[in-house]
């Protein structure tokens, strides 16, 4: 029995309102199904968190999800959404809430384990960022040099053929 059970399952859920799954219908806006040892750290106290509270209404998301700045914005949004659902009931029904404690604690865990974002990534080419027109200078200067050349040999030729005549 203990084997069973310590299995790992996709932690899913699954609500209907009005016989409606709605996380059937929103299949394309929800996390993928990822089981508990699939997330970083799957051990540690704040993956349980994740586990324990984020699947009350949608699949379980991996960190990678988001970037840090993005969890700050997408973790106050869904303790709002669980505190209102707590209160009020509503399409998830009752929802368990979590202490602001807890809140810090899987934010911190979500942001540590976040997907890069392009301006974390390559600080090497933060100089190219910076500087666009470097890069069109080198695109448009053998451009410029035939064209530089074309013109001088056009001028010789045009300054020649008047001092002959």
């Known amino acids: 029995m203990i084997l069973i059970l310590s299995l790992p399952l996709p932690a899913t859920a699954s609500h209907t309102w009005s016989g409606i799954d ?5 299949k394309d806006k929800l996390p993928p199904g990822l ?5 970083p750290d799957s051990q540690s106290p704040e993956a ?3 586990q324990r509270f984020c699947t009350q209404c949608h699949n379980l998301p991996g960190p990678d ?3 840090a700045a993005e969890w700050r914005e997408v973790a106050s ?3 709002l959404l669980m505190d209102v659902s707590h209160r009020f009931g509503g399409l998830m029904g009752r929802v368990e809430t979590m202490q602001k404690q807890e809140q810090e604690r899987l934010l911190a865990y979500l942001q540590h384990h976040a997907m890069q ?5 390559a600080p090497a080419d933060i100089h190219r ?5 470097l890069t069109r200078i080198w695109v448009l200067g ?3 040099l035939l064209t530089g050349l074309g013109l001088l040999r056009w001028w010789r030729n045009r300054h020649t053929d008047k001092n002959h005549a």
Request: proline letters at 6%; hydrophobic letters at 40%.
């Open 117 to 121: 974002s392009i301006d974390q990534e």
């Open 129 to 133: 960022l910076n500087h666009p027109w």
């Open 65 to 67: 999800r988001h970037t």
């Open 35 to 39: 089981t508990v040892e699939s997330l």
């Open 22 to 26: 709605l996380c059937e219908v929103h």
């Open 142 to 144: 053998p451009f410029l």
């Open 48 to 50: 349980s968190l994740l």
């Open 77 to 79: 949004k869904m303790f």
